[in-house]
């Protein structure tokens, strides 16, 4: 009777021919760590801005709130009082508007760095990637041919 060819060790045989390396994976995933890293620091760091801005904001606000709820001699120091904070209050706001602003600038700047850096990184190690796999490839079909004559 013929015997049935053993298929799975034939596809055993041919990957072993073309062996995987392991390194470029863990490479890319080494990379991958560090620009999460970096990224995570720098919205951990504009959060914690952002936190002191809007801390700031409040207390500065209750302090000007104080001056409002004071008694008053006249009933024209009421409005006056009201009106001052008012005016306080919008000129709080612009400042810390600003201060925003600038939070937000600097995480803008700070990602694109990091996505351009991160970009090259992972162009350079897919290069290498695949030049090595290139010539692994290229032993490997060498050997192949060299033993099939």
């Not at 021919?17 to 392991?22: I, M």
């Not at 470029?24 to 999460?36: C, G, H, S, Y």
């Not at 760091?45 to 700031?56: F, L, N, R, V, W």
């Amino acid at each position: 009777m013929t015997k049935t060819p053993d298929f799975a060790k034939t596809m055993q045989d041919m990957m072993a021919s073309f062996p995987v390396d392991a390194s470029a994976f863990q490479n890319a995933f080494k990379t991958q760590a560090a620009f999460a890293e970096k990224f995570s620091k720098v919205a951990l760091e504009a959060a914690e801005k952002s936190t002191e801005i809007t801390s700031k904001w409040a207390k500065d606000s209750i302090a000007k709130l104080s001056d409002v709820s004071k008694a008053k001699a006249e009933p024209t120091d009421y409005s006056k009082s009201v009106t001052d904070f008012a005016s306080a209050a919008a000129e709080m706001a612009a400042e810390n508007m600003a201060a925003f602003a600038e939070v937000a600038k600097k995480v803008q700047m700070e990602t694109v760095e990091l996505m351009l850096a991160a970009g090259k990184d992972m162009s350079e190690d897919a290069t290498a990637a695949v030049k090595k796999a290139t010539a692994e490839v290229t032993t490997a079909a060498k050997k192949a041919a060299a033993a099939a004559k």
